[in-house]
């Protein structure tokens, strides 16, 4: 998936557990996890302002966009000639 979820790094450069922003924006433990890992498929507003605000960062602080590479074990067409 291109897009990658840097909450841990966040979370550690604000020297914050896991379990403490949890509590603090109202999600369960495993919710944040599944978020933090990369597993989710979505992110409410909501939640991600929580985030944001708890965490003093900006949406962009937390999610990166990283296309994906296309066909990588391809060959270039220069080198087929």
Known sequence: M?????????????KMRSIELAKQIGITE???????TGKAKAIRFSTLEAICQHLNCEPGDILEFQPAKENALAEPEEALA
């Open 30 to 36: 495993q919710n944040l996890s599944i978020l933090k």
């Open 2 to 14: 291109p897009i990658i979820v840097n909450l841990d790094v966040m979370l550690a450069k604000r």
